[in-house]
């Protein structure tokens, strides 16, 4: 692959993890702004053109006055109102629509040409896939709140967050390989500490992202703005309501808005193990400069969920926790990209 190239294919790469933090972002801002529910159809050709007359702004308001969000929460909206969530929720799916088409494009003329080799292809097709694939989770994700529930499935929620997660991650991995131009796999260090203290750290990242979809579709920040306290109390009340008892750390707003604050602390320690293991060992100048970026993200991302709470889910605030969390990932990603492709792993 030459230079030109290899170029070609990193500044793709590099607009679409850029798209995908956007689109995650800009995804919470329709959430939090309840304007997720207003289009209560996906019309994937027809639905790039919003209502123009008159008549198709009153037959749109006319379907949404159907749905069980009009009818329990928004029974006195106005037509006026309406417009205002509807041209949100229009404008994510535009962006969406036109993410998509920058993804696949470039990738079937990558292809095409032969700049991506076909030996070479199978993660970049997944990239494209699963962006398509996202598209259809977004709208099973909205589906769930119109039938009688007028809210989405939490679960739904949060397992179309991990998928952007994973697409984020596949992105930026292959984004990782072309900036290095393709450094040789270590397999002798999947064995070592650096990579352990790394993959822990990401696993309980990966955790406690999903915890923060699960908050997100419960709406369970809304539950309290007080901190360190619930209620008045460390331990609120109501933690195992719910029957049978698992279900609690699932779908209980309370259980599952103590895990999430509290477990960001576990986070923060696995941070600070890995940063003490960068300080006393030789690890790589890539390695030891992300996980001084680690612990600084993981720091500012708890003082943010904080002040989310405090300021009850401000939304700028909240955004803000969101895009952080995406950049923490990242950077976890990048220091164990760079653990795995040393030239010498440490042991220990």
């Not at 900036?179 to 002798?188: A, I, L, T, Y």
């Amino acid at each position: 692959m030459s230079e030109k190239d290899n170029n070609a294919l990193a500044n793709w790469l590099l607009v679409v993890c850029g798209l995908i933090m956007f689109m995650v972002v800009f995804g919470g801002a329709v959430r939090l702004t309840r304007s997720g529910l207003s289009i209560v159809e996906w019309n994937p050709i027809s639905g790039v053109v919003p209502p123009i007359s008159e008549a198709a702004w009153q037959a749109e308001f006319a379907k949404y006055q159907e749905s069980p969000e009009f009818q329990k929460i928004n029974s006195t909206m106005t037509l006026t109102g309406y417009k205002e969530i509807f041209y949100l929720e229009w404008f994510h799916r535009l962006i969406a629509r036109f993410a998509g088409l920058f993804v696949a494009i470039p990738l079937l003329r990558f292809l095409w040409k032969g700049i991506i080799p076909r030996k070479k292809s199978a993660l970049y097709i997944a990239i494209g896939l699963l962006f398509g694939f996202q598209g259809y989770l977004g709208w099973y994700m909205v589906s769930s709140g119109l039938e009688n529930n007028p809210h989405v499935s939490h679960f739904r929620l949060t397992i179309h967050l991990l998928t952007a997660i994973l697409l984020l991650g596949l992105a930026a991995w292959a984004l990782f390989n072309h900036k290095n131009h393709f450094p040789r796999f270590n397999r002798e260090a999947l064995g070592s500490s650096q990579f352990r203290l790394a993959a822990t750290m990401m696993a309980v990242l990966i955790l406690q992202i999903a915890y923060g979809g699960l908050m997100a579709g419960l709406k369970a920040g809304y539950l309290t703005n007080q901190w360190p306290l619930m209620f008045g109390r460390l331990i609120p009340p109501g933690m195992a309501a719910m029957k049978p008892w698992w279900d609690n750390f699932f779908s209980s707003t309370t259980t599952v808005h103590f895990i999430h604050r509290w477990f960001a602390f576990a986070v923060l320690l696995a941070a600070f193990i890995l940063y003490w293991r960068s300080r006393s060992q030789s690890y790589a100048a890539q390695v030891a400069k992300g996980v001084l970026w680690m612990v600084g993200l993981t720091a500012l991302q708890i003082f943010l969920g904080v002040t989310v709470v405090w300021f009850k889910v401000n939304i700028v605030l909240a955004l803000t926790h969101q895009l952080v969390a995406l950049f923490l990932f990242v950077t976890t990603l990048y220091i164990n990209y760079h653990v795995l492709h040393q030239t010498e792993a440490v042991s220990g």
